[in-house]
């Protein structure tokens, strides 16, 4: 078994990588095998003259395989803004068929299954013309979307579903990353979501700041994803 999914998200700071590093423990804690890649970040910070982001470090250090962080996080942009203007801030240019190549450079290495993480929300520019979709398009990867249970939530999520399905894809599930604790009416947005979004729900991830992944994997329901 080799699957690959893309991670996206109703927003930045939704949790994709919280959710994502869930997921890896989850997965890892069946015995299968994993890769964890964020192929580009915006907001790093230099560590021993290499930039950073701490993102990619977290899924680096949850995934069961190893490798280099350049091929974890082969686009590692200093300024914390939109990846297409981070770029340019750098002297970069960002193209989905240059991504999409060092995607599967670092797929080379076998793993059972392999998780990219996205930047920010589904249609996040890359150029003049491309998004983050389009990058998703050409590794033809199933969908995965990270839902902040917050107010708005209900349109962010059903419009990303729609561009999903749009951009030919599946979405293979959504996880519930409650994010807002104080936002009202939290079980009952859900279980909209639940009855209009066109995927299983993968599970309802409670707010937890002082929890760690290995705590939360019982909020997954990992079998909805490999079946």
């Not at 790093?44 to 280099?68: K, S, V, Y």
């Not at 995965?144 to 917050?150: A, D, E, F, K, N």
Request: charged share 20%; aromatic share 4%.
């Amino acid at each position: 078994m080799r699957r690959r999914f893309f991670i996206t998200g109703t927003d930045t700071e939704v949790g994709k990588t919280f959710v994502t590093v869930l997921l890896l423990e989850a997965l890892k804690q069946r015995g299968l095998t994993t890769l964890g890649l964020k192929p580009l970040a915006a907001g790093c910070e230099q560590h021993h003259d290499q930039w950073r982001n701490d993102d990619a470090l977290q899924l680096q250090a949850a995934m069961t395989e190893n490798l280099p962080y350049e091929q974890v996080n082969p686009v590692a942009l200093p300024a914390a803004i939109a990846p297409h203007l981070a770029a340019a801030e750098a002297g970069r240019r960002l193209t989905v068929s240059r991504l999409a190549g060092l995607v599967r450079g670092a797929m080379l290495t076998p793993a059972d299954v392999t998780l990219v993480e996205g930047a920010g929300g589904w249609l996040v520019p890359l150029n003049e013309r491309e998004t983050l979709a389009n990058l998703v398009q050409e590794l033809n990867c199933p969908v995965i979307l990270v839902v902040g249970v917050r107010l708005g939530c209900l349109n962010h999520a059903l419009l990303t579903a729609q561009a999903v399905a749009a951009a030919g894809l599946p979405l293979a599930g959504w996880v519930a990353n409650c994010i807002d604790p104080d936002a009202a009416r939290i079980e009952d947005n859900i279980a909209t979501l639940k009855q209009r979004l066109p995927a299983p729900c993968l599970g309802v991830v409670p707010n937890a700041l002082d929890r760690t992944p290995v705590d939360l994997v019982q909020y997954l329901d990992i079998d909805l994803l490999l079946n």
